[in-house]
């Protein structure tokens, strides 16, 4: 059984709201376990913000990967209250580990200042960090097995979710003299690498604005799709996903920000949660 004390889950509502808010859209007995997740999910992406050098995060995520191997064996895991509620979620939903490892391994990347290769290595990369989450949730939230259209509703939601999460960090991104645009996208938007480190160019470049313009372009693309998807989904799973529908309204406001590097402030809790009301009623993100 997933053990959480008040404290956690008030962690959670304050470290990933949305996905938090989310959550109360599930059964009782899946609510917990989504929230364990969340914790977890939240421990592996915050490790590139906390170090300074790349070998310091690898050494951290290493520490969570012991985690999950502990929790594969039955072993008594780490002391530490995620570990031993991921432990309770994982041993009580049969959730498979090769996907809280791909979770890892994609965390991994976010330690690479360089941009990705091309867009379908920052899909795949998405697919990892952010789908591998909602796949996990779905069974948690009684999905038996995950069929095709869970797949790819995954797949499409992590797409909305990622992107929108990379479009509003922005800032941090470039604090850490890093960038996720793919290299193609990259040169077009007008960044550059100085020294093998990249540079962006300045919030007002138009080429940059046409950069996230395309973004909000892929998001509303992966929506309709994640839609097409959830026709064949069980209410009941939906909670996993659900907050997607938050993401192209947020995605859009960067893109349409006067400085597009300041994070912008979400929306108010009462329109988030009329948002999520009607997502639920219409299962649509």
């Known amino acids: 059984m997933t053990t959480l004390t008040s404290a956690m889950i008030d962690d959670a509502a304050r470290l990933d709201p949305d996905r938090t808010l989310a959550t109360s859209f599930a059964r009782h007995e899946a609510r917990y376990g989504l929230i364990s997740l969340i914790l977890f999910n939240h421990e592996i992406a915050r490790v590139a913000d906390l170090v300074s050098e790349p070998g310091i995060g690898l050494i951290r995520l290493h520490w969570w990967r012991e985690v999950v191997d502990q929790i594969a064996t039955g072993a008594p895991v780490k002391r530490h209250p995620v ?6 979620t994982v041993r009580q939903h049969g959730l498979p580990i090769r996907l809280l490892d791909g979770m890892i391994n994609a965390r991994e990347r976010d330690l690479d200042a360089l941009p990705f290769a091309s867009d379908t290595a920052l899909g795949a990369w998405l697919d990892g960090a952010f789908g591998h989450l909602i796949r996990l949730s779905f069974l948690v939230c009684g999905a038996g097995t995950l069929t095709s259209a869970h797949e790819a509703a995954a797949g499409h939601a992590a797409a909305m979710i990622g992107r929108t999460v990379l479009l509003a960090s ?22 550059r690498l100085v020294d ?3 540079v962006w160019p300045d919030g007002n470049d138009p080429r940059l604005r046409a950069a996230l313009q395309s973004q909000t372009t892929l998001i509303a693309t992966h929506r309709k799709a994640a839609n097409r998807a959830l026709t064949s989904i069980d209410a009941d799973h939906t909670p996993a996903l659900i907050h997607a529908t938050l993401a192209p309204g947020l995605a859009r406001k960067v893109a349409r920000a006067g400085d597009p590097f300041v994070t912008p402030d979400p929306a108010p809790l009462l329109a988030r949660q009329l948002k999520l009301v009607t997502a639920t009623a219409l ?3």
Do not use: F, I, Y
């Not at 922005?170 to 960044?191: E, K, T, V």
């Open 83 to 88: 570990a031993e509620a991921l432990a309770g």
């Open 170 to 191: 922005l800032g941090a991104w470039r604090s850490r003299n890093a960038c996720w645009l793919p290299m193609d996208q990259h040169q077009a938007a007008g960044a």
């Open 196 to 198: 093998g480190a990249p």
């Open 283 to 285: 299962k649509r993100v």
